[in-house]
């Protein structure tokens, strides 16, 4: 098993920041060619600080920690965990809300692995680091294109105004065959009707598209207004 070092070589620091580069390259190329956020030099930059603090933590280890005449301890461990605890914030930055939809989780998992990965290799675990490379390379690559063939439900909201006396659910049921429509919000008045459901529906089991059914919705008279949503994103 791998062992961090007492007093690591500049050989030894050299593969390591190596290796680091190597495992934040290849996750990150994936990201990059998939056009996502946190691409090939962000997961390398992430990479590399994770690996340097933790060889700077390493060099570190055979300084005394405390003499008789100081008055605190040095603890250099913190220089790893304050990597962690400030990826944390990074990730956090990297998730977006708006409304129900939540994207960026993806991400920020990957950047979370990679200054992992970084730790290990900067520590001297080469297998551990190895090793979590490939997991994390086959995660992101191979269910990545596994998932493709996978069916997903998705959802969404659904906003229609029309003339006074339109049946909405009714166009909107005839519109989006193969969806399941729940009702959210009903609107009566002297100026229209107006109407919000939620939709739901199997990304490779249904008739017709979000995008067609609008269409075809907006084509009908006395329709005013067909807004659409999304609440839920793959990836």
């Not at 990479?47 to 060099?59: D, E, P, S, T």
């Not at 970084?118 to 086959?138: I, N, P």
Request: charged share 20%; with cysteine.
């Amino acid at each position: 098993m791998d062992v961090m070092p007492l007093h690591p070589t500049y050989p030894d620091i050299a593969l390591r920041l190596a290796l680091t580069l190597l495992a934040g390259g290849l996750i990150g190329f994936n990201r990059e060619v998939r056009g996502e956020k946190a691409g090939l030099r962000t997961t390398m930059l992430v990479a590399l600080a994770a690996a340097v603090a933790m060889i700077q933590a390493n060099l570190l280890l055979p300084v005394a920690g405390k003499t008789d005449a100081s008055f605190s301890v040095m603890d250099v461990m913190r220089l790893p965990l304050g990597i962690l605890s400030g990826m944390g914030f990074i990730g956090a930055g990297a998730i977006l809300r708006r409304g129900e939809l939540v994207i960026g989780i993806t991400t920020a998992a990957t950047l979370w692995t990679v200054t992992v990965i970084g730790l290990c290799f900067g520590g001297g675990q080469y297998g551990l680091g190895l090793e979590a490379t490939v997991l994390a390379l086959v995660i992101i690559w191979l269910l990545k294109a596994l998932d493709r063939n996978f069916a997903h439900v998705q959802r969404a909201t659904l906003e229609m105004e029309g003339a006074p006396g339109l049946d909405l659910r009714a166009l909107a049921e005839e519109a989006f065959v193969g969806f399941r429509l729940r009702p959210m919000d009903m609107r009566f008045d002297e100026n229209g009707v107006a109407a919000r459901f939620e939709a739901k529906w199997n990304d490779r089991h249904r008739e017709q598209t979000p995008m067609a059914a609008m269409a075809a919705l907006r084509a009908r008279d006395g329709v005013r207004l067909v807004a659409w949503r999304a609440l839920s994103k793959r990836g």
